[in-house]
């Protein structure tokens, strides 16, 4: 069985793109473990509470198939945060799914990542993306193995496509 792992902030992620991209990929048969910066529960933008299954300090990179970045306000922390930005790097490296949706599609461009790439994000990002790729302001876009989506109404295709890359 294939494993996931969703970074969420500690705060202030965004609903839809956690919990129906969730859904999406359990109901394709992956194994998905959820990780944040404190290894405390996460509150989400509406609210909901997420306790993680570890804090992502601790990750162990190598037995996961793919890191997604959840986006929302909250993401932004993890914009410059060292660990967010090596996690990205060591999956893109592996050749294993590195996606992210919202604006957390940043921090695969300041990994350095998204170099030469098509990718997307929430509009507000758009310099940004295009600093380092070229946004295509698409709903999701996937280019080999980086995969990225603008917001939360993209969230289910967005669980599909990293579904049909882990096939």
Not at 46 to 56: A, E, L, M, T
């Amino acid at each position: 069985m294939k494993k996931v792992l969703m970074i969420i902030a500690p705060s202030d992620f965004r609903d839809e793109e956690y919990f129906d991209t969730r859904k999406v990929l359990e109901e394709f048969g992956f194994d998905v473990k959820v990780a944040n910066s404190t290894g405390q529960p996460s509150k989400s933008k509406f609210g909901k509470i997420v306790s993680p299954d570890s804090n992502f300090y601790e990750v162990d990179s190598n037995i996961y198939d793919a890191i997604i970045f959840v986006g929302g306000m909250g993401s932004a922390q993890y914009f410059g945060n060292n660990r967010a930005l090596e996690l990205a790097r060591h999956f893109n490296e592996d050749g294993k799914i590195v996606a992210a949706i919202c604006i957390a599609p940043s921090i695969l461009a300041n990994a350095g990542i998204l170099v030469g790439r098509r990718a997307t994000a929430f509009p507000s990002e758009r310099d940004n993306i295009n600093a380092v790729s070229t946004y295509t302001g698409n709903d999701v876009e996937v280019d080999n193995n980086i995969i990225t989506a603008n917001g939360p109404k993209a969230a289910i295709e967005f669980g599909k496509k990293i579904a049909e890359a882990l096939k």
